[in-house]
T-cell receptor
Framework: QKEVEQNSGPLSVPEGAIASLNCTYS??????FFWYRQYSGKSPELIMF????GDKEDGRFTAQLNKASQYVSLLIRDSQPSDSATYLCAVNRNFNKFYFGSGTKLNVKP | SAVISQKPSRDICQRGTSLTIQCQVD?????MFWYRQQPGQSLTLIAT?????????ESGFVIDKFPISRPNLTFSTLTVSNMSPEDSSIYLC???????????FGSGTRLTVV
């Protein structure tokens, strides 16, 4: 079983819609959770991090964490074509030990 | 957030040769991390580089193949030795933000071995 699982996609949504990206992790001891965006040919850039159960909002982005279900999601409201990228979920299990999912490719259609 | 300069940005190398990748950070950091991202894949941690001590390698990666230097708190190098086409990948260095808010990545080195 992989440490972090994501649907590879592609996930296609129309411009202005809500994009929902999901991630599950295997280790209940995981402590912190991160979402990265990676444009083709570029390095990952951090979008959000979340440590506690519940929702965390930052602009158009909302991260949701449910530790009981070992599930973390990222919602992108009012999706724009510029949001089209691969989104990587990362889980910090032990101190400074990151595990990345394989990423979900998002296509936002104009 | 930290600013990381990584070079070279890309290179095409002959098999059997070695390439050294450099990462310079604009602030002092305790640990630097080296990742590999193979085509269409996610990131895999190669090793963690601490200043003043030997790097810690992840399973499947060895020092002879990927020697790492960490001479000070702002700089590190990763060498890919005796390269084969299977080493063709993107190599990224990374540092943790001081407030534990995540990791920042360098711009990456796209390596092609022919």
């Amino acid at each position: 079983q992989k440490e972090v699982e994501q649907n590879s996609g592609p996930l296609s949504v129309p411009e202005g819609a809500i994009a929902s990206l999901n991630c599950t992790y295997s280790d209940r001891g995981s402590q912190s959770f991160f979402w990265y965006r990676q444009y083709s040919g570029k390095s990952p850039e951090l979008i959000m991090f979340i440590y506690s159960n519940g929702d965390k909002e930052d602009g158009r982005f909302t991260a949701q964490l449910n530790k009981a279900s070992q599930y973390v999601s990222l919602l992108i409201r009012d999706s724009q074509p510029s949001d089209s990228a691969t989104y990587l979920c990362a889980v910090n299990r032990n101190f400074n030990k990151f595990y990345f999912g394989s990423g979900t490719k998002l296509n936002v259609k104009p | 957030s930290a600013v990381i300069s990584q070079k070279p940005s890309r290179d095409i190398c002959q098999r059997g040769t070695s390439l050294t990748i450099q990462c310079q950070v604009d602030s002092q950091v305790t640990m630097m991390f080296w990742y590999r991202q193979q085509p269409g894949q996610s990131l895999t941690l190669i090793a963690t580089a601490n200043q003043g001590s030997e790097a810690t390698y992840e399973s499947g990666f060895v020092i002879d193949k990927f020697p790492i230097s960490r001479p000070n708190l702002t700089f590190s190098t990763l060498t890919v030795s005796n390269m084969s086409p299977e080493d063709s990948s993107i190599y990224l260095c990374s540092v943790e933000e001081g407030d534990r808010s995540g990791y920042t990545f360098g711009s990456g080195t796209r390596l092609t071995v022919v």
